[in-house]
């Protein structure tokens, strides 16, 4: 069993910064990429970053230069840095990880976390 767990979330102005944080725990033999996503009232879930277990790095088109992913791997942790905020950017943030498991078996699976909220205001 894994478990992520997000934490960073909050109210912030238009213009205003948040960094979000997800701590992976658990079984884990490694983490593989890791990633953020995001799902406002009505719409889909969407990619907004991803890092792979080397540091590649991915961003959706309307977060680049504003966002920055990053991973402590000694922590099994992945951040979410949010500069420039805007209104749009509200959302539920999700933490993502693809994680190899050994014990008691071999698996290799997709985790989601529960949800942070981020409020941008205008």
């Known amino acids: 069993q894994v478990q992520l767990v997000e934490s960073g979330g909050g109210l912030v102005q238009a213009g205003g910064s948040l960094r979000l944080s997800c701590v992976a725990s658990?079984?884990?033999?490694?983490?593989?990429?890791m990633g953020w996503y995001r799902q406002a009232p009505g719409k889909q879930r969407d990619v907004v970053a991803t890092v792979s277990s080397g540091g590649s790095t991915y961003y959706e088109d309307s977060v680049k230069g504003r966002f920055t992913i990053s991973r402590d791997n000694a922590k099994n942790t992945v951040y979410l840095q949010m500069n420039s905020l805007k209104p749009e950017d509200t959302a539920v943030y999700y933490c993502n990880a693809e994680v190899e498991l050994r014990s008691p078996i071999s698996w290799r699976g997709n985790y989601w976390g529960q949800g942070t909220q981020v409020t941008v205001s205008s």
């Open positions: 658990g079984s884990i033999f490694r983490i593989n990429s």
